[in-house]
């Protein structure tokens, strides 16, 4: 008897053993709306680290490697008012030593809602952009007064309170209308340019209403979320300043304008099903969980009835290297989500999920104060009462938590091979995907494309991306092309169709490629002596002649319209 009872007592630990193992590793983070207490608590419930600040929690903190913590702060001194406001961000060491506290507030912006530090230790962050109704009326725009608009920028924190731009991008240099072919941003077809946000469609004065903000280091892009119009979108980081504002420009070459959209095709005058109904969250799932480089975000009204929840909902993005697929005059694929946590409640506004590497995710019900976590088949094995409305949750492990992030790997180009600055491992990625078995200090291409590498610190825990390398023709050949002064362009610059004069180079064959400034072929002909840009944009492109013998000649020429 006492044998059966003790096989039974061990039966039963091992399952209480087995069920706690099958969560997620890590602490969790929390800090209610409002409050100056930010608490970290391990996967039983026991607080084992308590911040505390100054200022009120204004919507969403994330920790860093070594624990420091960028935060959001309800500003007293903010003109603009509303949900989500913000107006201040800061940053505070594990200790609760205050490093940096910046204020953006005034009657024409303001910081708002969420926020994402960057591997080069900047910050993202969400700002209205108020216009004023002359401003809207000139863009084209119907509503009959004072828009917010919205604008995301970097800032690179200087001194205890203040902050440089580095970049910055404004949805206002992005807008497409269809009503008054008079005024700017004329298009008589939106379905056609869905690049572009359609000033008239649910125009308001808080119109967007963004709020959640994640960065992809190996695409270089940015994805945030509306509340008011339901949808996702990702915008080109790669950009500079002036390129944001236009519409050329970057990795994916179309400036600023949107590069993918999601939730709401009728936002762009395309026939679908409208998934998102009021949304919070967008961003990436992480590098080595399950679904890694799809899109999820909280759908707070995803389910109506029976009754309503708050749903998790991922989809898997059409991404072709840094652009996004789509048949002109329909909407973004999916039409529908890939797959849908349907939540244990409904919060109205704000909440967040994580997607962790065994499958495991937690979900965030901002309103109701509650943070639980499911395990692949939905079973949820842990649960938290947060006791007040709690913006955002995440869970970080100790070793991430302990270990300060290593220096940001850089790429340099070596007798042909590109070659990372020495770290514990590398992973090499092309074009934004992963290049398989590519995980040492040196890589050696065989095609011109864009390099980023990510390299993690000695404990393995911490990882950091290179910033972007453009393998080209142009970079290239100055370690492993020739240039030969006998062969000529013409005329350079020149408007789209150039000669080339070989100048008697005895060749009974060779092959004539074009690259632009991205690296990106465009072109490729045989024993062609004229070249045709003039489908291209204005711009530096690298001509690149290959001959029977294996020489590489190379040649820029400018092209201008």
Known sequence: MRKNLFAALLWFGLIVIELRAQQWNGLTYYS???????????????????????????????????????????????????GGMTGRIQKW????????????????????????????????????????????????????????????????????????????????????????????NYQPSIVNNPQLLNINFQAQKDWMHMNGIDYNPVLDQIVV?????????????????????????????????????????????????????????????????????????????????????????????????????ITPGSAFTPAIYSSRHTSTGYT??????????????????????????????????????TGGATPQAHRYTTCYLNNPAPAQPTISLISGALVSTPASSYQWYMNGNLIAGATNQTFTPSQYGVYVVKTTDANGCV??????????????????????????????????????????????????SVYDVNGKRILEEKDAKTIDLTAYNAGIYTIHIQTASLQNIYKKVSLIK
């Not at 505390?52 to 702060?73: A, D, I």
């Not at 990882?463 to 972007?468: E, I, L, M, P, R």
């Open 348 to 385: 109205s506004n704000m909440g967040c999920s994580n997607q962790f590497p065994n499958g495991n995710q937690m979900v965030c019900l901002a309103m109701v104060g509650s943070i639980y976590e499911i395990d692949p088949a939905g079973s949820i094995i842990w649960s938290f009462s």
């Open 225 to 325: 979320s509306s509340h008011n119009l339901n949808e996702w979108y990702i915008i080109d980081h790669s950009t500079t300043t002036a390129e944001a504002a236009s519409h050329t420009g970057g990795l994916a070459g179309k400036g600023g304008d949107f590069l993918y959209r999601w939730g709401n095709p009728a936002a762009y005058g395309a026939s679908g099903s409208t998934i998102l109904n009021v949304t919070h969250d967008a961003h990436w799932i992480p590098e080595g969980s399950p679904d890694a480089g799809f899109l999820a975000g909280i759908n707070n009204k995803g389910q109506t009835s029976p009754a309503t929840k708050t749903t998790v909902d991922r989809i898997p993005p059409p991404r072709v290297d840094y652009n996004y697929t």
């Open 463 to 512: 990882f950091a991306h290179s910033t972007s390398f453009v393998y080209s023709a142009t970079t290239a050949i100055k370690t492993n092309g020739n240039s030969s002064s006998t062969v000529n362009v013409y005329p350079n610059p020149g408007t789209g169709l150039f000669v080339l004069d070989l100048n008697g180079i005895s060749e009974n064959a060779f092959t004539v």
């Open 32 to 82: 209610n709306s409002g409050s100056t207490i930010g608490r970290l608590i391990d996967t039983n419930s026991t607080v084992v680290k308590t911040f505390n600040f100054t200022g009120g929690t204004g919507y969403s903190t994330h920790l860093m490697p070594g624990g420091y913590v960028y935060r959001t702060v309800q500003n007293a001194g903010n003109v603009l008012t509303g």
């Open 93 to 184: 060491d594990y200790n609760n030593t205050l490093l940096w506290d910046y204020t953006y507030s005034s009657s024409t912006y303001c910081l708002h809602h969420d926020h994402c530090p960057l591997p080069n230790g900047n910050v993202l962050v969400i700002s209205y952009d108020v216009k004023t109704a002359t401003e809207v009326s000139n863009a084209g725009g119907n509503f009959a007064g004072t828009m917010w608009a919205e604008k995301i920028m970097e800032l690179k924190p200087v001194g205890t309170n203040s902050a440089q731009v580095v970049w910055e991008w404004k949805v206002w240099d992005h807008l497409v209308q269809n009503v008054n072919a008079a005024k700017a």
